[in-house]
Nanobody
Framework: QVQLVESGGGLVQAGGSLRLSCAAS????????MGWFRQAPGKQRERVAT???????NYADSVKGRCTISRDNAKNTVYLQMNSLKPEDTAVYYC???????????WGQGTQVTVSS
């Protein structure tokens, strides 16, 4: 069993920045793809950014140019640097980690990001 613990959410004004972190622990598995998803009230959960174990990143169009995903494989940690935040970025952000070469994936408990206008 893999546990994911997120941190770094909070309240920020529009145009501000936040850095989210997610550390994976437990189990003896190698972590493959990791990513960030978000869910705003009344909306479906959507992908924000993902990163493979070798560092290939992929972004949703809505955050391209404003967000950077990175990871530290030695620490099994993934980060999301978010800049130029907009009120529409307000959501609960969830970390996701997939077991290497497996369909098995785990979710974090979520961290709230609120962007005020």
């Amino acid at each position: 069993q893999v546990q994911l613990v997120e941190s770094g959410g909070g309240l920020v004004q529009a145009g501000g920045s936040l850095r989210l972190s997610c550390a994976a622990s437990g189990g003896i598995f190698t972590i493959g793809d990791m990513g960030w998803f978000r869910q705003a009230p009344g909306k479906q959960r959507e992908r924000v950014a993902t990163i493979t174990e070798d560092g290939t990143a992929n972004y949703a169009d809505s955050v391209k140019g404003r967000c950077t995903i990175s990871r530290d494989n030695a620490k099994n940690t993934v980060y999301l640097q978010m800049n130029s935040l907009k009120p529409e970025d307000t959501a609960v952000y969830y970390c996701n980690a997939r077991i290497y070469r497996s369909i098995v994936a785990y979710w974090g408990q979520g961290t709230q990001v609120t962007v005020s206008s």
